[in-house]
């Protein structure tokens, strides 16, 4: 069983800056990529930002600037950090952890049950 956990969401003022982090354990042999999505109410869940097992990353446009992901491979964890942060960037956000390899396994994909940011005005 694979498991993500995230942490670091919270309530803070537009300008400001909050910090997520997620951990992947679980019996891993390998992760394709990493990142972050957020969902807000009444809408679809999108992509914020995801950074694959080489390093290369990649932004929604709304974020880009603003919000930096980072990944540490041999610790399977992933972090956003969100800076200037805008009250239409309140949401529910995910961690998802696509093409895990979990011999004799492989492509799977997970999700962590969500950690809720809110940025008040």
């Known amino acids: 069983q694979v498991q993500l956990v995230e942490s670091g969401g919270g309530l803070v003022q537009a300008g400001g800056s909050l910090r997520l982090s997620c951990t992947a354990s679980?019996?891993?042999?390998?992760?394709?990529?990493m990142g972050w999505y957020r969902q807000a109410p009444g809408k679809q869940r999108e992509l914020v930002a995801d950074?694959?097992?080489?390093?290369?990353?990649n932004y929604a446009d709304s974020v880009k600037g603003r919000f930096t992901i980072s990944r540490d491979n041999a610790k399977n964890t992933v972090s956003l950090q969100m800076n200037s942060l805008k009250p239409e960037d309140t949401a529910v956000y995910y961690c998802h952890a696509g093409g895990v390899v979990r011999l004799p396994w492989g492509g799977l994909n997970y999700w962590g049950k969500g950690t809720l940011v809110t940025v008040s005005s």
């Open positions: 950074v694959d097992s080489g390093g290369s990353t």
């Open positions: 679980g019996s891993i042999f390998s992760i394709n990529t």
